[in-house]
């Protein structure tokens, strides 16, 4: 269903504050299917004095989709989120929102991305929609992939060379449309599931700690990606705690498991030493924080 935070009814900003205000503050988890996929969505602030919280849940992503208002193009906060997934070698998706509002076109706001972020920016709408991309778009991602011989010999790339260039940051896929319409977000998400590779974790358990909240009672929650193996509910996660609860959540609701896996996002209870950027796990390492908040208290 589709909700606005300005109208209150958003399904991911149900925090009163959010609603008060009209704007996104804290990150949410919510889960959904596309054809072939089973995703989760880290949803993030966009304002910039929200920055840290969205840094957070960057420690965790498989693969980010940065919006960009058609209207205003990358602006300076656009920079700093594009140079911290770049430092993180997060694999992105573009989406350039509120078309329907542009003075531009699809080509103009294309070649502004290319020069502002990277030459590797790719029109993927198109070619998604169609099934196939255009010969010019081949021969751009195949200078881009080094698979000139792969071109040369079959006239276009295999969905895995692209899949590949996209998780090495060569190719950055884009799209555009007008979420309130809503346009473009069918076609976003079938270039997400035709080019999004699955989770593959390792076997031994190792996780990423990437936000502490409480809940309603007031348990500490400690959300967490789990990166390899598994871990369920009475095992010792760390320092001799047991993990009393595993939770999925889907906006504000949640739903209790009995194991965490890898690739899964979850929430556990019990733990009180954990902490933002840890890392659970053999050769885990904690990840300090690039953005620093403006005041502290």
């Not at 992939?145 to 692209?162: H, N, P, W, Y």
């Not at 909240?213 to 967490?224: A, I, N, S, V, Y």
């Amino acid at each position: 269903q589709v909700g606005r935070v300005d109208n209150k009814d958003a399904f991911l900003d149900h925090n009163p504050m959010e609603r008060q205000r009209g704007i996104t503050i804290f990150s949410k988890q919510a889960s959904f299917s596309w054809k072939e996929t089973e995703f989760t969505l880290l949803d993030t602030p966009g304002h910039v004095d929200f920055s840290a919280e969205t840094e957070r849940c960057l420690q965790v992503l498989d693969y980010a989709i940065l919006v960009i208002n058609a209207s205003n193009g990358v602006q300076g906060h656009t920079g700093t989120l594009w140079r911290l997934l770049k430092q993180l070698k997060i694999p992105t998706f573009i989406f350039v929102n509120k078309m329907d509002l542009s003075v531009q076109s699809e080509g103009e706001i294309l070649e502004h991305l290319k020069a502002e972020l990277d030459f590797g920016c790719v029109n993927f709408a198109e070619g998604v929609a169609e099934g196939k991309f255009s010969p010019e778009t081949y021969e751009e991602m195949a200078l881009l992939t080094d698979s000139v011989e792969e071109v040369l010999e079959t006239g276009l790339l295999s969905a895995e060379t692209i899949r590949e260039g996209i998780v090495r940051r060569q190719i950055f896929p884009c799209f555009f449309g007008a979420a309130l319409k809503p346009e473009g977000v069918e076609t976003l998400l079938d270039g997400m599931d035709a080019y999004m590779r699955g989770f593959r974790g390792g076997e031994a358990f190792a996780a990423r700690v990437y936000k502490i909240t409480r809940d309603e009672q007031g348990k500490r929650l400690t959300h967490l990606k789990v990166l390899g193996g598994s871990i369920k509910v009475r095992e010792i996660l760390k320092n001799d705690e047991k993990i009393s609860q595993i939770r999925r959540y889907n906006g504000e609701k949640y739903e209790t498991v009995n194991e965490a896996t890898a690739g899964g996002i979850y929430a556990v209870t019990g733990i009180e030493t954990s902490y933002a950027g840890e890392g659970i796990g053999e050769g885990m390492r904690d990840d300090v924080p690039t953005l620093a908040p403006v005041l502290s208290y």
